[in-house]
Each structure stands twice: as C-alpha cells, then as structure tokens.
C-alpha cells in the first residue's frame, strides 16, 4: 500500500492546518489510519488515529484541538488541528495498518512525511 499525503506547510501560532493521507493499491482493506509526528531531537509520536470501525485516538497534547476523519471509499484519512502552538512544528507521518482481503495478517505503512512549521 503506498501512501500520498498532503498540506502542511508554515502557520501562525493560533492558526489550523488540514492534513490530508490516501491509500492506493489493490485488493486490501484498511484497520487503522492516523497521524505521527516527529519533532527534531524527538522521537515519533502518535498524534491520532482512527480505526475503520470509527474509534479514535488522540494525543493528550491535542485533545480538543484535533479532529481525525476517513472517507471509507476513498481511502483517505483527513486531520485537521486548530489553536496551532509553535510545539506542535514537526514532520508529520501518515500511517496505515491493513490486511489484504480474506486475511487476518496486519500491515503496515507509512508516508514519507511532510513538514507543518508553526511560528510564534
């Protein structure tokens, strides 16, 4: 399964950002698609997650000011955070856990990143 995302970029502390995350490929289906995010000097976070069944994750750092949301058919899982802190500045991942069809075996993927820079 490869993985496309897109939006991030620079924002003002205060602001929000849309980052959005498609799965292609053939013959799967998806469990759990969601967002990490790696500061520099730290190590990769979750930052949310949602599963196929609607359950969802989110950090304590961004309770309350992240949403986390998937179009089933399209394969496409969106997040959108508000009240942006310069914390929050980090390469955000888009990862995906799947199976192929008929299979129990767990997947899993992840996107080659894309940065969200918030300045204060």
């Known amino acids: 399964v490869q993985l496309q995302a897109s939006g991030g970029g620079l924002v003002q502390a205060g602001g929000s950002l849309r980052l959005s995350c498609a799965a292609s490929g053939t013959g799967f289906t998806i469990n759990t698609m969601g967002w990490f995010r790696q500061a520099p000097g730290k190590q990769r976070e979750l930052v949310a997650t949602l599963t196929s069944d609607g359950i969802t994750y989110y950090a304590d750092s961004v309770l309350g000011r992240a949403a986390i949301s998937m179009e089933n058919a399209k394969k496409t899982v969106t997040l959108r955070m508000a009240s942006l802190k310069p914390e929050d500045t980090a390469v955000y991942f888009c990862?995906?856990?799947?199976?192929?069809?008929?299979?129990?075996?767990?997947?899993?993927?992840w996107g080659q990143g894309t940065l969200v820079t918030v300045s204060s």
């Open positions: 990862n995906v856990k799947w199976r192929y069809w008929g299979r129990t075996f767990e997947h899993e993927d």
